[in-house]
């Protein structure tokens, strides 16, 4: 008699076996967005990770062609684009992963190998991300993102012209 999982059972076992092909991958191919940018092998590793993203935008659209997902209550498709929390956002995103030589996903596989300054930064991480999202820094986090620009009926590229 086979095992039937509920839908939640079955997100967290594919997501474990996701995570751990990634973590997998990611450890051989040396995965890392900041490599594919500065490191002297930089057009082999950008291979890589635009491969990876470009796996990610099709797997995505492919599940939500075929009914799988419902992305049309997302926070993403609204029509206010918080500008000012993206540009600042993105800025100490990017300082971060220059200072701490990786990004998350690389840290978390150098963390995997026992790399004890990678656990570091990516327990300081989730400490910041936890008080951002809900903490300390959550005000500063919901300023800067009432600070909007309305795109209108413009929040997919099917809504553009010709989609």
Not at 26 to 49: N, P, T
Not at 73 to 88: E, G, K, M, Q
Request: proline fraction near 3%; hydrophobic fraction near 55%; charge should be positive.
């Amino acid at each position: 008699m086979p095992v039937l999982l509920t839908a939640p059972q079955a997100a967290v076992g594919f997501a474990l076996l996701l995570g751990a092909a990634f973590g997998a991958l990611a450890e051989i191919s040396g995965f890392c967005f900041r490599s594919s940018l500065v490191s002297d092998d930089r057009r082999q590793k950008s291979g890589v990770w635009l491969a990876a993203l470009a796996t990610a935008i099709l797997g995505t659209q492919a599940a939500v062609f075929s009914g799988w997902v419902d992305f049309s209550d997302h926070r993403f498709l609204v029509s206010d684009l918080p500008l000012l929390a993206i540009a600042i956002g993105g800025l100490m995103f990017g300082a971060g992963m220059v200072l701490t030589r990786g990004c998350a996903s690389r840290l978390t596989v150098l963390t995997a190998t026992g790399n004890l300054r990678a656990l570091t930064v990516l327990v300081v991480f989730a400490i910041t991300a936890h008080a951002t999202l809900k903490g300390i820094l959550a005000p500063l986090r919901t300023t800067l993102g009432s600070y909007t620009v309305d795109i209108g009926d413009a929040t997919t590229l099917a809504a553009l012209p010709g989609g």
